[in-house]
C-alpha cells in the first residue's frame, strides 16, 4: 500500500514539478503589482509570482485552483476579480483599477490540491529551513525521519495598494480576512508618519500562531530573508518598518494529515506584500 502511495504521489509531483526541489526553491508566493500606489481608475498590471532570488519566475498555478482574488477596499467595498484573470498572459496575469481612493488588499487564496514529495534529506532539510519544528518532531517520534516526505499545500496571499495619496485609518489592513493563515499588521504600513516598527499577528484558523517562523525579504535583492522572527505565544512577531521599496513578509505552517489522507502532513503558505513603487 506504501509503495502505491508513494508511486500516486511522485506522478502527482513530477505534474507540478516539485519532485527533487531543493526546500525554499518555491515556497516563496505573491502577488505582484506592477505599481503599490496608483490614482483612481488608472490599471495596473498583476503577476503571480513563486520562487526568490535566480529562481523566481511567473507561477503556474491554473486557474481552477484559484477558490478567491479578489479586492477589499473601504466602507467595505469587495469586488470578486477572478473574471478578469488571463493566467500565463504575455506579461502578467490581467490588470486592475480601482475606483476610489482609499486603501485596498487584494487576496488571493488557492486550493490544498498540490502536491509535494521530497527524499528524507530535502524534506528534513526543508522542515529546519522553515521553522516547522513540530513536523520534525513528529517525524522522529513516529521513525519517519530517514523517510520521504509529502505533504499537499495550499497557498494565500495578501497585498496592500495605496490609491491615491492619503492612507485611510479605518482600511482593512489590519483587520483579518478570514484565510486559513494569515499575516495581519498591526499598523498599516503606508500610514502617516511613518512606522518605525511594523508588528504583526499570525493566525491559523482564526486563532494566533505560535512558534512559526516569519520572514521579511526585500524583492528587489530576494536570495535571503532580512529579517526573521519567531511568533511568540499571541502569534506576534515585530519587524523594522521598510519605508522604501518592495517587501514581502511570509510564514508557513503545516499539520499531520488524517490518517486516511495520501500525504504525510498538509500544509498552508502565506505572504503579506507592499512596498512603495509608483509612491507620489
Known amino acids: 500500500m506504501r509503495c502505491c502511495r508513494s508511486l ?22 505573491w502577488v505582484q503589482p506592477g505599481d503599490y500606489w496608483v490614482a483612481p481608475q488608472v490599471a495596473t498590471s498583476v503577476t503571480l509570482l513563486v520562487g526568490h532570488g535566480p529562481l523566481r519566475q511567473r507561477s503556474p498555478i491554473p486557474v481552477r ?136 499577528h499570525v493566525l491559523y484558523h482564526g486563532r494566533p500562531l505560535a512558534g512559526a517562523l516569519v520572514k521579511l525579504t526585500n524583492l528587489e535583492h530576494d536570495a535571503n530573508p532580512i529579517e526573521t522572527h519567531v511568533t511568540d505565544e499571541t502569534g506576534r512577531a515585530v519587524f523594522n518598518a521598510p519605508q522604501r521599496g518592495n517587501w514581502l513578509i511570509n510564514v508557513i505552517w503545516t499539520e499531520v494529515a488524517p490518517a486516511s489522507s495520501d500525504v504525510d502532513f498538509q500544509t498552508t503558505f502565506s505572504s503579506l506584500s507592499f512596498g512603495f513603487s509608483g509612491h507620489p
Open 8 to 29: 500516486l504521489l511522485a506522478l502527482a509531483a513530477l505534474a507540478t514539478g516539485v519532485v527533487g526541489a531543493r526546500p525554499g526553491e518555491a515556497h516563496d508566493f
Open 65 to 200: 485552483r484559484i477558490m478567491r482574488f479578489e479586492a477589499v477596499g473601504p466602507h467595505g467595498m469587495r469586488k470578486d476579480l477572478r473574471p478578469s484573470l488571463q493566467l500565463r498572459g504575455p506579461r502578467d496575469e490581467g490588470t486592475v483599477a480601482f475606483p476610489e481612493p482609499g486603501t485596498y488588499l487584494l487576496v488571493l487564496q488557492t486550493d490544498a490540491r498540490a502536491y509535494s514529495l521530497l527524499p528524507a534529506i530535502r524534506f528534513n532539510d526543508y522542515l529546519r529551513v522553515e521553522g516547522l519544528t513540530p513536523a520534525l518532531l513528529f517525524r522522529q517520534r513516529t521513525n519517519r525521519a530517514n523517510a520521504e516526505g509529502s505533504e499537499a499545500y495550499s497557498r494565500q496571499a495578501k497585498t496592500i495598494i495605496q490609491v491615491g495619496a492619503e492612507t485611510d485609518p479605518a482600511a482593512p489592513v489590519t483587520r483579518p480576512l478570514g484565510l486559513p493563515l494569515e499575516i495581519v499588521p498591526d499598523v498599516d504600513p503606508y500610514a502617516e508618519p511613518c512606522p518605525k516598527k511594523l508588528p504583526v
